[in-house]
C-alpha cells in the first residue's frame, strides 16, 4: 500500500471517533516522519516516507486525478 492510501484508510477509520491528531517532522535529506494519531482509540500510525515514496505517490495521485 502507498503512504496516501495508507493514510487515507487510517482516517477513513478512524474519523467518527473525534479528533485525530497529526505531527509531521521536518523533511531530512532522505526520509521524513508522519504520525497521526486517534484520542479516542488511543491508536497512532506512523510512517517514515523516503523521496522514492513520496515521487510515487504524487505521480500516480496525479495521474489518478487526471483521468477523472
Not at 471517533?17 to 523533511?27: A, D, K, Q, R
Not at 497521526?36 to 495521474?63: F, K, N, P, Q, S
Request: with cysteine; glycine share 4%.
Amino acid at each position: 500500500m502507498s503512504v496516501l492510501q495508507d493514510l487515507r484508510k487510517f482516517v477513513r477509520q478512524h474519523r467518527g471517533c473525534g479528533v485525530l491528531t497529526i505531527h509531521l517532522e521536518p523533511p531530512a535529506d532522505a526520509a521524513y516522519s508522519i504520525e497521526i494519531g486517534c484520542r479516542a482509540c488511543d491508536v497512532e500510525l506512523r510512517l517514515t516516507v523516503d523521496a522514492a515514496a513520496a515521487a510515487w505517490d504524487l505521480t500516480h495521485t496525479d495521474l489518478l486525478l487526471a483521468s477523472n
